[in-house]
């Protein structure tokens, strides 16, 4: 291990404290614990949590009822060197702590503090996949950057972030804390996920540690349900899910979270060849890895472990680093060393492995959070902070549909429908930090800050029924019907798998009597998931995706609305026609049978053959016109290069994309892959020669024995604005090796 570039005398360091170090100490480092809650409300705090999860509480009033709990911070536990790795969002608290185990330990080794800072930590940003649709790595990085330096004002060492899961079912709900469907994509944001929140100096004291998960196939969970099993080819595993981790390995990225599920019926939290072969020895990776919560426990469930000492014993043998609050390390590990089923040498790599974290991140040097800065992210927002989530917010939003209505103007009278429209706390998305409805601009806040007369009338919400009056008050006098319709924060995220994606409620119906007005109507969506939308495709005149944009929320949606800002957001992950479509991805193999008018082919008998919005679709204000495709070898690669005017009157800003297939190959390969993408502005009436660069080395793929191949033969080249609507030319290519 080069312990992510520690010098020699910090390697010694780690050296000389594991040869002090006993058993229990060693184990101690092992576990993480998180406070136990010992009362203080009126119902159990399992309950409690099921509570802020499905929104029947806010993250706020959480807040306040935790603040008056009585915990249980296991000081003693700290203090006999039993705990290496706290849970912890609280900087007084969390210095007090570090304080035992610095000074009061009897080797001084400092805790690193978890915290799943997921889109932003006080400055909620847009969740992972509406971010994703910017195709921006410049705001990837960007937000994550202010994420590290507002949690590492909090005491937080350690990120649960980036997930980097493929996410290719719409059904499954953690699909909103994810960049998507495709590897490409999906490396990108890996990439610079690790560089923002680490920077080039994890030590410094405004970047944390990040942590890839889950490890691994988790996105591709049966039917779209959390936590269930996964069964696929190595050589799927290795070409569609594990490149976006491999990049962030190769970026630097210092911890590794085991996934909940199992791959091909063992575990990956007790999976050998996933842990120690793919990700230590193949790839190399130097930091530790962590369970997911509670995961080792529940290898007992899957039926893997006969109890919980097999569970820890058949964890920690695979190459599991730390136990993230099962407790069984610290419960059986000792006596299984003292038994010789667990051997010195794989607890010193463990340990190694933690200690060189710690070490990377500059802890045993500067163990403290800065009293200065404790509280410097608490009172309002940032204002830099928010420019910069405001920025990333715009990008987000993708233009589904638009029939000439948009953009608005500002002398239009607005009626402004759905409880959604006013809803700060479901604007922050799942998973957020540190994040306060109170901070977020709603869009009927958006829209009354930039000047617009709006009526607004809730209506019904994602469950409730229709209040007809409301509505017929809200739109007598409108010019323009603008309905925020879609989800709320609990209905996506973890645990929140839906079975039917088409807008919940009575919210078609709020759609249905919009346009039985006569008046254009616009359907807003605020959604943490791609949604089967067939009928508002079909009968509602203009659609904007605008996910859950986090605090700037309504600001965004308004600059869109009114063309301040025009479009640019391209779908990172496909849209369904129909809920029976799923798991629904560009880059599928063909069959032999390709889905066709006949029956006789792939398809379904009741829906579409095509998904209603491809992977990379979005619309503009602008018209993109695509021409001149030219492909030219040079040498090890391929320079692409495509004509991309403006025709409209508007400037805009275009995605242009290239895919490749492998027509034909040793194992059937993907109809489409992306392999690269620029981003290009373009005045009214303005032309751009546009190249990209495809090295031949990217055009290979693994087969079932896990070797790289790279097939001489023909290839098809596309370009174009997304993965359906392209240009083509196809290429004989000779590769100097194949392997």
Same mark, same amino acid.
């Given at each position: 291990?080069?312990?992510?570039?520690?010098?020699?005398?910090?390697?010694?360091?780690?050296? @000389?404290?594991?040869?002090?170090?006993?058993?229990?100490?060693?184990?101690?480092?092992?576990?993480?614990?998180?406070?136990?809650?010992?009362?203080?409300?009126?119902?159990?705090? !399992?309950?409690?949590?099921?509570?802020?999860?499905?929104?029947?509480?806010?993250?706020?009033?959480?807040?306040?009822?935790?603040?008056?709990?009585?915990?249980?911070?296991?000081?003693?536990?700290?203090?006999?060197?039993?705990?290496?790795?706290?849970?912890?969002?609280?900087?007084?608290?969390?210095?007090?702590?570090?304080?035992?185990?610095?000074?009061?330990?009897?080797?001084?080794?400092?805790?690193?503090?978890?915290?799943?800072?997921?889109?932003?930590?006080?400055?909620?940003?847009?969740?992972?996949?509406? !971010?994703?649709?910017?195709?921006?790595?410049?705001?990837?990085?960007?937000?994550?950057?202010?994420?590290?330096? !507002?949690?590492? #004002?909090?005491?937080?060492?350690?990120?649960?972030?980036?997930?980097?899961?493929? /996410?290719?079912?719409?059904?499954?709900?953690?699909?909103?804390?994810?960049?998507?469907?495709?590897?490409?994509?999906?490396? +990108?944001?890996?990439?610079?996920?690790?560089?923002?929140?680490?920077? &080039?100096n994890p030590a410094d004291r405004e970047r944390i540690a990040t942590? *890839?998960?889950?490890?691994?196939?988790?996105?591709?969970?049966?039917?779209?349900?959390?936590?269930?099993?996964?069964?696929?080819?190595?050589?799927?595993?290795?070409?569609?899910?594990?490149?976006?981790?491999?990049?962030?390995?190769?970026?630097?990225?210092?911890? +590794?979270?085991?996934?909940?599920? @199992?791959?091909?019926?063992?575990? =990956?939290?007790?999976?050998?060849?996933?842990?120690?072969?793919?990700?230590?020895?193949?790839?190399?990776?130097?930091?530790? +890895?962590?369970?997911?919560?509670? #995961?080792?426990?529940?290898?007992?469930?899957?039926?893997?472990?006969?109890?919980?000492? @097999?569970?820890?014993?058949? /964890?920690?043998?695979?190459?599991?680093?730390?136990?993230?609050?099962?407790?069984?390390?610290?419960?059986?590990?000792?006596?299984?060393? #003292?038994?010789?089923?667990?051997?010195?040498?794989?607890?010193?790599?463990?340990?190694?492995?933690? %200690?060189?974290?710690?070490?990377?991140?500059?802890?045993?040097?500067?163990?403290?959070?800065?009293?200065?800065?404790?509280?410097?992210?608490?009172?309002?927002?940032?204002?830099?902070?928010?420019?910069?989530?405001?920025?990333?917010?715009?990008?987000? *939003?993708?233009?589904?549909?638009?029939?000439?209505?948009?953009?608005?103007?500002?002398?239009?009278?607005?009626?402004?429908?759905? #409880?959604?429209?006013? @809803?700060?706390?479901?604007?922050?998305?799942?998973?957020?930090?540190?994040?306060?409805?109170?901070?977020?601009?709603?869009?009927?806040?958006?829209?009354?800050?930039?000047?617009?007369?709006?009526?607004?009338?809730?209506? =019904?919400?994602?469950?409730?029924?229709?209040?007809?009056?409301?509505?017929?008050?809200?739109?007598?006098?409108?010019?323009?019907?603008?309905?925020?319709?879609? !989800?709320?924060?609990?209905?996506?995220?973890?645990?929140?798998?839906?079975?039917?994606?088409?807008?919940?409620?009575?919210?078609?119906?709020?759609?249905?009597?919009?346009?039985?007005?006569?008046?254009?109507?616009?359907?807003?969506?605020?959604?943490?998931?791609?949604?089967?939308?067939?009928?508002?495709?079909?009968?509602?005149?203009?659609?904007?995706? =605008?996910?859950?944009?986090?605090?700037?929320?309504?600001?965004?949606?308004?600059?869109?609305?009114?063309?301040?800002y025009n479009p640019s957001g391209r779908l990172c992950a496909t849209?369904?026609?129909?809920?029976?479509?799923?798991?629904?991805?560009?880059?599928?193999?063909?069959?032999?049978?390709?889905?066709?008018?006949?029956?006789?082919?792939?398809?379904?008998?009741?829906?579409?053959?095509?998904?209603?919005?491809?992977?990379?679709?979005?619309?503009?204000?602008?018209?993109?016109?695509?021409?001149?495709?030219?492909?030219?070898?040079?040498?090890?690669?391929?320079?692409?290069?495509?004509?991309?005017?403006?025709?409209?009157?508007?400037?805009?800003?275009?995605?242009?994309? %290239?895919?490749?297939?492998?027509?034909?190959?040793?194992?059937?390969?993907?109809?489409?892959? %992306?392999?690269?993408?620029? &981003?290009?502005?373009?005045?009214?009436?303005?032309?751009?020669?546009?190249?990209?660069?495809?090295?031949?080395?990217?055009?290979?793929?693994?087969?079932?024995?896990?070797?790289? =191949?790279?097939?001489?033969?023909?290839? %098809?080249?596309?370009v174009g604005g997304n993965s359906r609507d392209c240009l083509e030319?196809?290429?004989?290519?000779?590769?100097?090796?194949?392997?």
């Amino acid at each position: 291990m080069s312990g992510f570039n520690l010098t020699e005398a910090q390697k010694k360091q780690i050296t @000389d404290l594991l040869a002090q170090m006993t058993v229990e100490e060693k184990v101690g480092q092992m576990h993480q614990l998180s406070p136990s809650i010992v009362g203080g409300f009126d119902v159990s705090f !399992e309950e409690l949590i099921e509570m802020v999860t499905d929104g029947r509480i806010s993250n706020e009033e959480f807040g306040r009822i935790m603040a008056n709990a009585e915990r249980d911070f296991h000081e003693d536990d700290i203090r006999a060197g039993r705990v290496g790795s706290y849970l912890l969002n609280d900087p007084k608290k969390a210095n007090e702590l570090q304080r035992i185990a610095v000074e009061e330990t009897r080797l001084g080794i400092p805790l690193i503090y978890g915290f799943d800072v997921i889109h932003g930590f006080r400055t909620t940003f847009p969740i992972p996949l509406a !971010e994703a649709c910017s195709w921006n790595e410049e705001v990837f990085e960007a937000s994550a950057e202010v994420a590290a330096r !507002e949690a590492s #004002a909090h005491g937080i060492n350690w990120t649960f972030a980036p997930m980097l899961d493929i /996410a290719r079912d719409a059904r499954w709900g953690r699909i909103s804390e994810s960049a998507g469907e495709d590897p490409h994509l999906g490396s +990108v944001y890996a990439r610079a996920k690790v560089r923002g929140f680490q920077g &080039k100096n994890p030590a410094d004291r405004e970047r944390i540690a990040t942590t *890839i998960k889950h490890f691994v196939a988790y996105g591709a969970a049966e039917a779209g349900q959390d936590y269930n099993t996964v069964s696929m080819a190595k050589s799927m595993l290795h070409n569609s899910y594990l490149p976006p981790v491999k990049a962030a390995v190769e970026e630097g990225a210092m911890t +590794v979270m085991a996934a909940f599920n @199992d791959y091909n019926g063992v575990p =990956c939290t007790v999976n050998s060849w996933l842990l120690r072969d793919v990700l230590k020895e193949s790839y190399g990776f130097e930091g530790f +890895v962590v369970s997911d919560a509670n #995961a080792i426990r529940e290898c007992v469930s899957h039926g893997i472990a006969e109890d919980l000492a @097999d569970a820890s014993r058949k /964890a920690v043998n695979a190459g599991m680093d730390m136990d993230m609050g099962s407790g069984t390390y610290s419960a059986h590990l000792a006596q299984q060393a #003292a038994d010789g089923e667990v051997s010195a040498e794989v607890l010193d790599e463990a340990v190694r492995r933690i %200690l060189t974290v710690k070490m990377a991140l500059g802890l045993f040097d500067h163990p403290y959070v800065e009293e200065e800065r404790m509280a410097r992210y608490d009172g309002e927002l940032d204002k830099k902070h928010r420019d910069i989530a405001l920025d990333a917010a715009k990008r987000s *939003i993708v233009l589904l549909k638009n029939d000439g209505i948009l953009p608005i103007e500002k002398e239009q009278k607005i009626a402004l429908l759905g #409880a959604l429209a006013d @809803d700060g706390e479901n604007c922050l998305g799942a998973w957020n930090a540190d994040g306060r409805g109170s901070d977020c601009v709603t869009v009927k806040a958006g829209l009354e800050r930039a000047g617009i007369s709006v009526t607004y009338a809730a209506c =019904c919400d994602t469950t409730s029924g229709l209040n007809r009056q409301e509505l017929d008050g809200a739109v007598k006098d409108a010019d323009v019907i603008i309905a925020v319709v879609g !989800e709320t924060n609990a209905m996506s995220g973890e645990a929140s798998s839906r079975a039917d994606i088409t807008l919940p409620g009575h919210q078609r119906e709020l759609l249905e009597a919009a346009l039985a007005t006569g008046k254009p109507v616009v359907a807003l969506l605020m959604n943490g998931r791609p949604l089967a939308l067939q009928w508002e495709q079909e009968h509602v005149p203009a659609i904007l995706e =605008c996910w859950q944009l986090g605090v700037t929320h309504g600001d965004a949606a308004a600059a869109v609305l009114l063309g301040e800002y025009n479009p640019s957001g391209r779908l990172c992950a496909t849209f369904p026609a129909m809920t029976g479509q799923c798991p629904r991805y560009y880059n599928h193999p063909n069959t032999g049978r390709p889905g066709s008018k006949s029956k006789f082919t792939s398809r379904y008998l009741d829906a579409p053959l095509e998904p209603l919005y491809p992977f990379g679709y979005g619309l503009s204000y602008a018209n993109y016109l695509y021409s001149d495709l030219t492909v030219e070898e040079s040498g090890e690669s391929f320079r692409v290069s495509v004509s991309v005017a403006n025709t409209g009157d508007r400037a805009g800003e275009e995605t242009v994309q %290239l895919y490749i297939r492998d027509v034909a190959g040793s194992i059937v390969r993907p109809v489409k892959e %992306l392999k690269a993408f620029k &981003k290009v502005t373009l005045a009214p009436g303005e032309t751009k020669q546009v190249t990209l660069t495809l090295n031949k080395t990217d055009m290979g793929f693994y087969n079932d024995d896990m070797e790289y =191949c790279r097939e001489d033969g023909s290839f %098809l080249f596309y370009v174009g604005g997304n993965s359906r609507d392209c240009l083509e030319a196809e290429r004989k290519v000779v590769f100097s090796q194949n392997v």
